[in-house]
Protein backbone atom coordinates (compact mmCIF):
# COMPACT_ATOMS: atom_id res chain seq x y z
CA UNK A 1 0.00 0.00 0.00
CA UNK A 2 2.03 2.38 -1.31
CA UNK A 3 3.43 4.98 -3.78
CA UNK A 4 6.68 3.50 -4.72
CA UNK A 5 6.83 0.96 -7.50
CA UNK A 6 6.80 -2.72 -6.26
CA UNK A 7 5.90 -1.80 -2.92
CA UNK A 8 2.69 -3.89 -2.99
CA UNK A 9 2.31 -7.73 -3.15
CA UNK A 10 0.16 -8.63 -6.20
CA UNK A 11 -0.99 -11.55 -5.25
CA UNK A 12 -2.54 -10.68 -2.33
CA UNK A 13 -5.05 -8.73 -4.57
CA UNK A 14 -6.43 -11.55 -5.86
CA UNK A 15 -9.19 -14.25 -5.04
CA UNK A 16 -11.00 -17.15 -6.41
CA UNK A 17 -13.89 -15.59 -7.89
CA UNK A 18 -14.15 -13.20 -10.67
CA UNK A 19 -13.11 -9.77 -9.09
CA UNK A 20 -10.39 -8.56 -6.92
CA UNK A 21 -10.47 -8.03 -3.25
CA UNK A 22 -9.51 -4.24 -3.35
CA UNK A 23 -8.40 -1.61 -5.65
CA UNK A 24 -4.77 -0.75 -5.49
CA UNK A 25 -3.45 1.82 -3.27
CA UNK A 26 -0.67 3.96 -5.53
CA UNK A 27 -0.25 6.92 -3.91
CA UNK A 28 -2.85 9.81 -3.51
CA UNK A 29 -1.83 11.20 -7.33
CA UNK A 30 -1.65 8.30 -8.99
CA UNK A 31 -4.75 6.94 -7.03
CA UNK A 32 -6.58 9.60 -7.78
CA UNK A 33 -5.49 9.47 -11.97
CA UNK A 34 -6.28 6.00 -11.81
CA UNK A 35 -9.94 6.26 -10.50
CA UNK A 36 -10.58 8.94 -12.33
CA UNK A 37 -9.98 6.99 -15.62
CA UNK A 38 -11.90 4.34 -14.35
CA UNK A 39 -14.99 6.56 -13.87
CA UNK A 40 -13.97 7.63 -17.64
CA UNK A 41 -14.40 3.82 -18.45
CA UNK A 42 -17.62 3.52 -16.45
CA UNK A 43 -18.88 6.71 -18.22
CA UNK A 44 -17.83 5.25 -21.68
CA UNK A 45 -20.22 1.78 -20.70
CA UNK A 46 -22.71 3.94 -18.95
CA UNK A 47 -23.14 5.90 -22.35
CA UNK A 48 -22.94 3.24 -24.30
CA UNK A 49 -25.66 1.63 -22.42
CA UNK A 50 -28.08 4.05 -22.70
CA UNK A 51 -29.17 3.72 -26.50
CA UNK A 52 -31.61 1.04 -26.73
CA UNK A 53 -29.97 -0.25 -29.93
CA UNK A 54 -27.38 -1.68 -27.53
CA UNK A 55 -28.93 -2.99 -24.97
CA UNK A 56 -31.11 -5.33 -27.84
CA UNK A 57 -27.84 -6.29 -28.82
CA UNK A 58 -26.60 -7.08 -25.28
CA UNK A 59 -29.26 -9.53 -25.35
CA UNK A 60 -29.22 -10.84 -29.07
CA UNK A 61 -25.63 -11.74 -29.12
CA UNK A 62 -23.60 -14.24 -26.47
CA UNK A 63 -20.51 -12.25 -27.22
CA UNK A 64 -21.80 -8.68 -25.75
CA UNK A 65 -21.73 -10.11 -22.08
CA UNK A 66 -18.54 -9.84 -21.65
CA UNK A 67 -17.97 -6.42 -22.46
CA UNK A 68 -19.33 -6.06 -18.90
CA UNK A 69 -15.80 -6.65 -17.62
CA UNK A 70 -13.67 -4.37 -19.37
CA UNK A 71 -13.06 -2.06 -16.17
CA UNK A 72 -11.40 -5.66 -14.91
CA UNK A 73 -9.36 -5.74 -18.18
CA UNK A 74 -7.99 -2.53 -18.00
CA UNK A 75 -7.38 -2.73 -14.34
CA UNK A 76 -5.11 -6.07 -14.91
CA UNK A 77 -2.78 -4.61 -17.71
CA UNK A 78 -2.46 -1.21 -14.98
CA UNK A 79 -1.65 -4.02 -12.13
CA UNK A 80 1.44 -2.26 -10.05
CA UNK A 81 2.34 0.39 -12.60
CA UNK A 82 2.89 4.37 -11.26
CA UNK A 83 3.77 7.47 -13.05
CA UNK A 84 4.17 7.87 -16.51
CA UNK A 85 3.79 4.16 -17.03
CA UNK A 86 0.09 4.09 -15.74
CA UNK A 87 -0.71 7.31 -17.69
CA UNK A 88 0.95 5.96 -20.81
CA UNK A 89 -1.32 2.80 -20.40
CA UNK A 90 -4.41 4.73 -19.80
CA UNK A 91 -3.40 6.79 -22.89
CA UNK A 92 -3.53 3.61 -24.86
CA UNK A 93 -6.04 1.42 -23.23
CA UNK A 94 -8.94 4.32 -22.61
CA UNK A 95 -8.68 5.12 -26.50
CA UNK A 96 -8.90 1.38 -27.26
CA UNK A 97 -11.95 1.04 -25.08
CA UNK A 98 -13.41 4.32 -26.39
CA UNK A 99 -13.02 2.98 -30.31
CA UNK A 100 -14.20 -0.28 -29.53
CA UNK A 101 -17.39 1.06 -28.09
CA UNK A 102 -17.67 3.46 -31.52
CA UNK A 103 -17.26 0.42 -33.32
CA UNK A 104 -20.10 -1.75 -31.45
CA UNK A 105 -22.71 1.59 -31.66
CA UNK A 106 -21.87 1.09 -35.46
CA UNK A 107 -22.27 -2.49 -36.10
CA UNK A 108 -25.96 -2.30 -34.14
CA UNK A 109 -27.36 0.82 -36.09
CA UNK A 110 -26.87 -1.08 -39.26
CA UNK A 111 -26.87 -4.36 -37.87
CA UNK A 112 -30.87 -6.17 -39.70
CA UNK A 113 -31.66 -7.00 -36.60
CA UNK A 114 -30.76 -4.43 -34.26
CA UNK A 115 -30.94 -0.75 -35.72
CA UNK A 116 -31.65 -1.85 -39.66
CA UNK A 117 -30.28 1.60 -40.81
CA UNK A 118 -30.63 0.57 -44.03
CA UNK A 119 -28.86 3.79 -45.32
CA UNK A 120 -25.87 3.24 -43.32
CA UNK A 121 -25.25 0.17 -43.20
CA UNK A 122 -24.70 1.08 -46.92
CA UNK A 123 -21.93 2.66 -46.05
CA UNK A 124 -20.47 0.34 -44.00
CA UNK A 125 -17.78 -2.32 -45.33
CA UNK A 126 -17.12 -5.30 -43.14
CA UNK A 127 -13.38 -6.14 -43.15
CA UNK A 128 -11.49 -9.26 -41.22
CA UNK A 129 -10.43 -9.10 -37.46
CA UNK A 130 -6.84 -9.72 -38.60
CA UNK A 131 -6.59 -7.73 -41.90
CA UNK A 132 -5.04 -4.65 -42.21
CA UNK A 133 -7.46 -1.89 -43.47
CA UNK A 134 -5.17 -0.17 -45.42
CA UNK A 135 -7.82 -0.37 -48.66
CA UNK A 136 -10.09 1.67 -46.35
CA UNK A 137 -7.55 4.93 -46.11
CA UNK A 138 -9.08 6.61 -48.86
CA UNK A 139 -12.71 6.29 -48.35
CA UNK A 140 -14.06 9.41 -45.83
CA UNK A 141 -16.96 8.53 -46.11
CA UNK A 142 -17.11 4.89 -45.56
CA UNK A 143 -16.81 2.84 -42.47
CA UNK A 144 -14.38 -0.42 -42.46
CA UNK A 145 -15.81 -2.34 -39.60
CA UNK A 146 -15.13 -5.82 -38.11
CA UNK A 147 -17.70 -8.05 -37.06
CA UNK A 148 -14.89 -10.36 -35.94
CA UNK A 149 -13.09 -7.77 -33.39
CA UNK A 150 -15.81 -7.18 -31.25
CA UNK A 151 -17.04 -11.10 -31.24
CA UNK A 152 -14.31 -12.98 -30.93
CA UNK A 153 -11.06 -10.87 -30.43
CA UNK A 154 -12.14 -8.59 -27.56
CA UNK A 155 -14.17 -10.80 -25.56
CA UNK A 156 -11.34 -12.88 -25.13
CA UNK A 157 -9.21 -9.92 -23.81
CA UNK A 158 -12.28 -9.52 -21.09
CA UNK A 159 -13.19 -13.25 -20.48
CA UNK A 160 -10.43 -16.15 -21.55
CA UNK A 161 -13.67 -18.40 -21.25
CA UNK A 162 -15.49 -16.05 -23.70
CA UNK A 163 -15.16 -18.04 -27.37
CA UNK A 164 -15.70 -21.65 -26.07
CA UNK A 165 -19.02 -21.68 -26.93
CA UNK A 166 -18.32 -21.28 -30.03
CA UNK A 167 -15.07 -23.58 -30.84
CA UNK A 168 -17.74 -26.20 -29.42
CA UNK A 169 -20.40 -24.67 -32.44
CA UNK A 170 -17.34 -24.82 -34.93
CA UNK A 171 -16.47 -28.45 -33.88
CA UNK A 172 -19.49 -29.86 -33.50
CA UNK A 173 -20.12 -28.43 -37.02
CA UNK A 174 -17.30 -30.49 -38.59
CA UNK A 175 -14.60 -28.37 -38.70
CA UNK A 176 -11.47 -29.88 -37.56
CA UNK A 177 -10.17 -29.32 -34.08
CA UNK A 178 -6.83 -29.08 -34.49
CA UNK A 179 -7.46 -25.77 -35.79
CA UNK A 180 -6.00 -22.54 -34.55
CA UNK A 181 -8.88 -21.34 -32.24
CA UNK A 182 -9.01 -17.56 -33.45
CA UNK A 183 -10.15 -18.51 -36.85
CA UNK A 184 -12.25 -21.34 -35.84
CA UNK A 185 -13.79 -19.34 -33.16
CA UNK A 186 -14.59 -16.60 -35.84
CA UNK A 187 -16.09 -19.61 -37.64
CA UNK A 188 -18.15 -20.65 -35.11
CA UNK A 189 -19.83 -17.48 -34.40
CA UNK A 190 -21.04 -17.18 -37.98
CA UNK A 191 -21.85 -20.72 -37.54
CA UNK A 192 -24.29 -20.23 -34.90
CA UNK A 193 -25.54 -17.07 -36.67
CA UNK A 194 -24.40 -14.93 -33.87
CA UNK A 195 -22.76 -11.78 -36.08
CA UNK A 196 -24.45 -8.56 -36.83
CA UNK A 197 -25.48 -8.78 -40.66
CA UNK A 198 -24.82 -5.41 -42.30
CA UNK A 199 -22.62 -3.59 -44.93
CA UNK A 200 -22.53 -2.78 -48.69
CA UNK A 201 -19.55 -5.42 -49.00
CA UNK A 202 -17.12 -6.99 -47.49
CA UNK A 203 -13.11 -7.25 -47.92
CA UNK A 204 -11.84 -11.06 -46.36
CA UNK A 205 -8.06 -11.47 -46.53
CA UNK A 206 -5.90 -14.45 -46.67
CA UNK A 207 -4.81 -12.82 -43.32
CA UNK A 208 -2.41 -15.64 -42.08
CA UNK A 209 -2.27 -19.12 -42.67
CA UNK A 210 -4.31 -22.06 -43.49
CA UNK A 211 -7.11 -21.91 -40.36
CA UNK A 212 -7.41 -18.76 -41.42
CA UNK A 213 -8.31 -18.99 -44.75
CA UNK A 214 -10.85 -21.79 -43.82
CA UNK A 215 -12.60 -19.48 -41.02
CA UNK A 216 -12.84 -16.77 -44.05
CA UNK A 217 -14.30 -19.50 -46.13
CA UNK A 218 -17.22 -20.45 -43.86
CA UNK A 219 -18.21 -16.81 -43.15
CA UNK A 220 -17.91 -16.02 -46.93
CA UNK A 221 -20.16 -18.75 -47.80
CA UNK A 222 -23.00 -16.97 -44.98
CA UNK A 223 -22.41 -13.80 -46.45
CA UNK A 224 -22.69 -14.42 -49.83
CA UNK A 225 -25.06 -16.65 -50.07
CA UNK A 226 -27.60 -15.95 -47.04
CA UNK A 227 -26.78 -12.50 -46.26
CA UNK A 228 -26.39 -10.95 -49.71
CA UNK A 229 -23.20 -9.39 -48.97
CA UNK A 230 -21.01 -9.47 -51.66
CA UNK A 231 -17.11 -10.49 -50.22
CA UNK A 232 -13.66 -9.78 -51.92
CA UNK A 233 -10.71 -11.92 -51.48
CA UNK A 234 -7.55 -9.74 -50.52
CA UNK A 235 -4.87 -12.69 -51.69
CA UNK A 236 -2.02 -11.09 -50.49
CA UNK A 237 1.38 -12.94 -51.20
CA UNK A 238 2.68 -14.89 -48.93
CA UNK A 239 6.23 -14.37 -49.59
CA UNK A 240 6.41 -10.86 -48.75
CA UNK A 241 10.15 -9.84 -48.98
CA UNK A 242 10.54 -10.81 -52.61
CA UNK A 243 10.61 -8.24 -54.90
CA UNK A 244 8.75 -10.69 -57.65
CA UNK A 245 5.21 -10.84 -55.70
CA UNK A 246 5.33 -6.62 -55.24
CA UNK A 247 3.25 -6.35 -58.82
CA UNK A 248 0.92 -9.04 -58.15
CA UNK A 249 0.46 -7.46 -54.06
CA UNK A 250 -0.05 -4.01 -56.10
CA UNK A 251 -2.77 -5.10 -58.53
CA UNK A 252 -4.54 -6.95 -55.43
CA UNK A 253 -5.25 -3.41 -53.96
CA UNK A 254 -6.23 -1.80 -57.32
CA UNK A 255 -8.86 -4.89 -57.31
CA UNK A 256 -9.95 -4.30 -53.53
CA UNK A 257 -10.52 -0.58 -54.36
CA UNK A 258 -12.48 -0.77 -57.17
CA UNK A 259 -14.48 -3.62 -55.83
CA UNK A 260 -15.58 -1.32 -52.72
CA UNK A 261 -15.85 1.32 -55.19
CA UNK A 262 -18.51 -0.38 -57.31
CA UNK A 263 -20.21 -1.82 -54.31
CA UNK A 264 -20.45 1.54 -52.63
CA UNK A 265 -20.73 3.85 -55.51
CA UNK A 266 -17.97 6.13 -53.54
CA UNK A 267 -14.63 7.04 -55.15
CA UNK A 268 -11.12 6.88 -53.82
CA UNK A 269 -10.23 9.61 -52.30
CA UNK A 270 -6.63 10.74 -52.43
CA UNK A 271 -6.55 13.62 -49.91
CA UNK A 272 -7.76 11.36 -47.27
CA UNK A 273 -5.31 8.79 -48.26
CA UNK A 274 -2.44 11.10 -48.10
CA UNK A 275 -3.52 12.23 -44.65
CA UNK A 276 -4.09 9.01 -43.28
CA UNK A 277 -0.38 7.97 -44.38
CA UNK A 278 0.93 10.74 -43.06
CA UNK A 279 -0.60 9.58 -39.55
CA UNK A 280 0.54 6.18 -40.27
CA UNK A 281 4.00 7.62 -40.34
CA UNK A 282 3.67 9.31 -37.05
CA UNK A 283 2.58 6.17 -35.77
CA UNK A 284 5.90 4.28 -37.14
CA UNK A 285 7.73 6.66 -36.21
CA UNK A 286 6.97 7.16 -32.11
CA UNK A 287 7.08 2.78 -32.15
CA UNK A 288 10.60 3.31 -33.75
CA UNK A 289 11.32 6.15 -31.03
CA UNK A 290 9.57 3.94 -28.12
CA UNK A 291 11.54 0.99 -29.52
CA UNK A 292 15.02 2.62 -29.56
CA UNK A 293 14.44 3.58 -25.73
CA UNK A 294 13.61 -0.36 -25.18
CA UNK A 295 17.04 -1.08 -26.42
CA UNK A 296 18.74 0.96 -23.58
CA UNK A 297 18.99 0.32 -19.91
CA UNK A 298 15.67 2.27 -19.19
CA UNK A 299 12.73 1.25 -21.76
CA UNK A 300 9.90 3.11 -21.60
CA UNK A 301 6.89 1.64 -23.37
CA UNK A 302 7.12 -2.33 -23.32
CA UNK A 303 5.30 -5.06 -22.54
CA UNK A 304 1.11 -4.71 -22.77
CA UNK A 305 1.87 -0.93 -23.02
CA UNK A 306 3.73 -1.64 -26.32
CA UNK A 307 2.16 -5.11 -27.59
CA UNK A 308 -1.69 -3.80 -27.28
CA UNK A 309 -1.98 -0.83 -28.60
CA UNK A 310 0.73 -1.35 -31.33
CA UNK A 311 -1.80 -4.12 -32.99
CA UNK A 312 -5.02 -1.63 -32.63
CA UNK A 313 -2.76 1.78 -33.95
CA UNK A 314 -1.26 -0.42 -36.94
CA UNK A 315 -3.94 -2.64 -38.53
CA UNK A 316 -7.52 -1.16 -37.23
CA UNK A 317 -6.57 2.19 -37.46
CA UNK A 318 -4.11 2.80 -39.63
CA UNK A 319 -3.86 6.13 -39.71
CA UNK A 320 -7.83 6.97 -40.14
CA UNK A 321 -8.67 8.31 -36.80
CA UNK A 322 -6.96 11.49 -35.93
CA UNK A 323 -6.96 10.12 -32.11
CA UNK A 324 -4.58 7.95 -32.35
CA UNK A 325 -1.69 10.49 -33.64
CA UNK A 326 -2.58 12.13 -30.42
CA UNK A 327 -1.94 9.58 -28.73
CA UNK A 328 1.41 8.55 -29.94
CA UNK A 329 2.30 11.61 -29.47
CA UNK A 330 1.28 12.05 -25.77
CA UNK A 331 2.70 8.56 -24.97
CA UNK A 332 5.78 9.81 -26.60
CA UNK A 333 6.23 12.28 -24.35
CA UNK A 334 5.44 10.43 -21.41
CA UNK A 335 8.24 8.24 -21.94
CA UNK A 336 10.49 10.60 -22.40
CA UNK A 337 10.08 12.11 -19.63
CA UNK A 338 10.45 8.80 -17.63
CA UNK A 339 13.57 8.25 -19.97
CA UNK A 340 14.99 11.78 -18.61
CA UNK A 341 14.81 10.77 -14.92
CA UNK A 342 16.08 7.03 -15.61
CA UNK A 343 12.48 5.20 -14.39
CA UNK A 344 12.12 2.06 -14.07
CA UNK A 345 8.31 0.14 -13.87
CA UNK A 346 9.35 -2.32 -10.99
CA UNK A 347 11.40 -2.34 -8.09
CA UNK A 348 14.08 -4.56 -9.73
CA UNK A 349 15.06 -5.76 -13.82
CA UNK A 350 16.91 -9.09 -13.97
CA UNK A 351 16.58 -10.25 -17.31
CA UNK A 352 16.11 -8.62 -20.48
CA UNK A 353 13.70 -10.65 -22.71
CA UNK A 354 12.16 -10.60 -26.66
CA UNK A 355 8.45 -11.99 -26.68
CA UNK A 356 8.88 -13.86 -29.48
CA UNK A 357 5.82 -16.18 -31.40
CA UNK A 358 2.03 -16.05 -31.43
CA UNK A 359 1.12 -15.04 -28.19
CA UNK A 360 -1.79 -15.05 -25.49
CA UNK A 361 -0.78 -12.17 -23.13
CA UNK A 362 -3.75 -10.60 -23.64
CA UNK A 363 -6.03 -12.73 -21.72
CA UNK A 364 -4.01 -12.34 -18.92
CA UNK A 365 -1.36 -10.07 -17.12
CA UNK A 366 1.72 -12.24 -18.67
CA UNK A 367 3.91 -9.12 -19.58
CA UNK A 368 3.42 -7.90 -16.35
CA UNK A 369 3.86 -10.25 -14.55
CA UNK A 370 6.55 -11.34 -15.69
CA UNK A 371 8.18 -8.16 -15.18
CA UNK A 372 6.52 -7.85 -11.42
CA UNK A 373 7.35 -11.71 -10.68
CA UNK A 374 10.54 -12.49 -11.99
CA UNK A 375 11.61 -9.41 -13.21
CA UNK A 376 12.01 -10.34 -17.07
CA UNK A 377 11.77 -7.03 -18.72
CA UNK A 378 9.32 -7.84 -22.28
CA UNK A 379 11.59 -5.35 -24.61
CA UNK A 380 9.46 -6.22 -27.50
CA UNK A 381 7.24 -8.67 -28.50
CA UNK A 382 7.02 -10.33 -32.15
CA UNK A 383 3.76 -8.64 -33.25
CA UNK A 384 4.97 -5.28 -32.36
CA UNK A 385 8.28 -5.61 -34.97
CA UNK A 386 6.17 -4.60 -37.90
CA UNK A 387 6.71 -2.22 -41.34
CA UNK A 388 9.09 0.41 -40.50
CA UNK A 389 8.95 1.72 -44.01
CA UNK A 390 7.57 5.45 -44.33
CA UNK A 391 4.81 5.68 -46.37
CA UNK A 392 4.78 8.44 -49.35
CA UNK A 393 2.83 11.34 -48.26
CA UNK A 394 2.42 13.76 -50.52
CA UNK A 395 -0.32 13.89 -53.18
CA UNK A 396 1.86 13.57 -56.56
CA UNK A 397 1.09 11.64 -59.67
CA UNK A 398 4.12 9.51 -58.66
CA UNK A 399 3.12 9.23 -55.43
CA UNK A 400 -0.32 7.70 -55.87
CA UNK A 401 1.25 4.84 -57.82
CA UNK A 402 3.98 4.31 -55.13
CA UNK A 403 1.08 4.55 -52.17
CA UNK A 404 -0.80 1.54 -54.11
CA UNK A 405 2.22 -0.03 -53.74
CA UNK A 406 2.65 1.14 -49.75
CA UNK A 407 -0.77 -0.18 -49.41
CA UNK A 408 0.33 -3.59 -50.60
CA UNK A 409 3.26 -3.30 -48.17
CA UNK A 410 1.39 -3.30 -45.52
CA UNK A 411 -1.29 -5.34 -46.35
CA UNK A 412 1.86 -8.06 -46.67
CA UNK A 413 3.22 -7.35 -43.53
CA UNK A 414 0.16 -7.54 -41.15
CA UNK A 415 0.85 -8.58 -37.36
CA UNK A 416 1.69 -12.09 -37.43
CA UNK A 417 1.87 -13.17 -40.88
CA UNK A 418 4.90 -10.37 -41.81
CA UNK A 419 6.93 -13.47 -39.02
CA UNK A 420 4.71 -16.43 -39.43
CA UNK A 421 4.89 -16.50 -43.27
CA UNK A 422 8.08 -14.87 -45.70
CA UNK A 423 10.74 -17.65 -44.33
CA UNK A 424 13.69 -17.95 -42.47
CA UNK A 425 15.08 -14.33 -42.27
CA UNK A 426 11.59 -12.78 -41.08
CA UNK A 427 10.84 -15.62 -38.50
CA UNK A 428 14.10 -17.08 -37.04
CA UNK A 429 17.43 -15.08 -38.46
CA UNK A 430 15.63 -11.30 -37.58
CA UNK A 431 14.51 -12.75 -33.99
CA UNK A 432 18.52 -13.24 -33.18
CA UNK A 433 19.44 -9.78 -34.69
CA UNK A 434 16.71 -8.34 -32.42
CA UNK A 435 18.50 -10.04 -29.19
CA UNK A 436 21.54 -8.31 -29.96
CA UNK A 437 20.30 -5.00 -30.84
CA UNK A 438 17.77 -4.85 -27.57
CA UNK A 439 20.58 -6.83 -25.47
CA UNK A 440 18.34 -9.41 -24.69
CA UNK A 441 19.86 -12.48 -22.19
CA UNK A 442 16.55 -13.99 -23.11
CA UNK A 443 13.38 -15.34 -25.58
CA UNK A 444 10.28 -16.13 -24.52
CA UNK A 445 8.98 -18.19 -27.19
CA UNK A 446 5.39 -18.61 -27.40
CA UNK A 447 4.53 -22.32 -28.81
CA UNK A 448 1.17 -21.87 -29.91
CA UNK A 449 0.11 -25.56 -30.50
CA UNK A 450 -2.51 -25.14 -33.40
CA UNK A 451 -0.06 -22.66 -35.00
CA UNK A 452 1.66 -25.24 -37.86
CA UNK A 453 3.23 -21.82 -39.07
CA UNK A 454 5.34 -22.01 -36.07
CA UNK A 455 5.37 -25.45 -34.67
CA UNK A 456 7.22 -26.83 -37.71
CA UNK A 457 10.22 -24.74 -36.78
CA UNK A 458 10.63 -25.58 -33.11
CA UNK A 459 13.78 -27.61 -33.38
CA UNK A 460 15.96 -25.15 -35.12
CA UNK A 461 15.01 -22.09 -33.03
CA UNK A 462 16.38 -24.08 -30.18
CA UNK A 463 19.57 -24.96 -32.25
CA UNK A 464 19.93 -21.25 -32.78
CA UNK A 465 19.96 -20.25 -29.51
CA UNK A 466 22.20 -22.92 -28.11
CA UNK A 467 24.75 -21.53 -30.43
CA UNK A 468 24.37 -18.49 -29.03
CA UNK A 469 24.29 -18.51 -25.79
CA UNK A 470 20.40 -17.22 -25.46
CA UNK A 471 18.03 -18.67 -22.80
CA UNK A 472 15.00 -20.17 -24.85
CA UNK A 473 11.60 -20.72 -22.82
CA UNK A 474 8.87 -22.00 -24.63
CA UNK A 475 5.59 -21.11 -23.46
CA UNK A 476 3.04 -23.84 -24.84
CA UNK A 477 -0.63 -22.15 -25.09
CA UNK A 478 -3.25 -22.82 -27.51
CA UNK A 479 -4.14 -19.27 -27.72
CA UNK A 480 -8.38 -18.47 -27.42
CA UNK A 481 -8.68 -21.90 -25.47
CA UNK A 482 -7.55 -22.06 -21.56
CA UNK A 483 -9.03 -25.49 -21.58
CA UNK A 484 -6.15 -27.01 -23.00
CA UNK A 485 -2.99 -25.10 -21.17
CA UNK A 486 -4.01 -22.69 -18.35
CA UNK A 487 -3.36 -19.31 -17.07
CA UNK A 488 -1.16 -21.40 -14.22
CA UNK A 489 0.10 -23.60 -16.68
CA UNK A 490 1.46 -21.02 -18.78
CA UNK A 491 3.18 -19.28 -15.73
CA UNK A 492 4.22 -22.68 -14.72
CA UNK A 493 6.49 -23.08 -17.79
CA UNK A 494 8.50 -20.13 -17.37
CA UNK A 495 8.00 -20.28 -13.33
CA UNK A 496 9.69 -24.13 -14.05
CA UNK A 497 12.38 -22.99 -16.06
CA UNK A 498 13.12 -19.50 -13.87
CA UNK A 499 13.47 -22.06 -10.60
CA UNK A 500 15.68 -25.24 -12.25
CA UNK A 501 17.86 -23.17 -15.01
CA UNK A 502 18.14 -19.84 -13.46
CA UNK A 503 18.19 -21.18 -9.96
CA UNK A 504 16.46 -17.82 -9.06
CA UNK A 505 13.57 -17.29 -6.49
CA UNK A 506 10.66 -14.64 -7.67
CA UNK A 507 10.60 -11.04 -6.88
CA UNK A 508 7.15 -11.32 -5.99
CA UNK A 509 6.26 -14.50 -4.44
CA UNK A 510 2.68 -14.03 -4.13
CA UNK A 511 2.38 -13.60 -7.90
CA UNK A 512 4.03 -17.55 -8.36
CA UNK A 513 1.14 -19.05 -8.15
CA UNK A 514 -2.45 -17.18 -8.72
CA UNK A 515 -5.92 -18.49 -7.87
CA UNK A 516 -7.30 -16.58 -11.60
CA UNK A 517 -8.99 -19.49 -13.55
CA UNK A 518 -12.16 -17.85 -12.62
CA UNK A 519 -10.88 -14.18 -13.00
CA UNK A 520 -12.18 -11.55 -15.57
S1 LIG B 1 -1.95 -17.94 -34.68
FE1 LIG B 1 -1.08 -19.14 -36.37
S2 LIG B 1 -2.72 -20.55 -36.87
FE2 LIG B 1 -3.66 -18.90 -35.67
S3 LIG B 1 -4.37 -17.37 -37.14
FE3 LIG B 1 -2.28 -16.78 -36.57
S4 LIG B 1 -0.92 -17.76 -38.09
FE4 LIG B 1 -2.94 -18.75 -38.20
Not at 39 to 46: D, E, F, S, V
Not at 53 to 70: C, D, E, P, Q, S
Request: proline letters at 3%.
Amino acid sequence: MAKQIGADRLGDFYTTGRVRKRREWRGLADTMYDYSCWLKIMLILGKFLMCPRNIKAMFRYRWMANYLAVPMMVDRHTQGLRGEYLRIAHTEFDLVVDDVAKLLSNLFRADRRIGNDVEFSKKCVLVDENEMTAVMMGFPTLKGLSRETVSTYVPVLQNQHAVLHYLDVAQDYGLAGDVCPMPAAEAGVSIDDDAPILGACAIQCNTTCDGSLLGNGVIAKRLELEDGVPCFQLAAPLRHREDDVQEYAAQEIRNAIAFIEEHTGEKWDWKYYFECARRVNVATESRLGWLEMNKTDYPQVFGSNLALYTETNYMAICGKIPEFEKADRKITALAEKAYKKKMRAAKEYRHRAIVWGVQSHYYMDFLLWLLNCWGIVPLTDMLSMVSTRRLAEEDTPENRETAIYDMAWLTENMIMRNRTHGGYKVLLDELWEFCEEFNADMVILWEHMACKALSGFHGQFEEMARERGIHLVWVTHDLFDPRVVSRQGVRDQVNNYMRTVFGEEPIDPTLEVLPDQESW
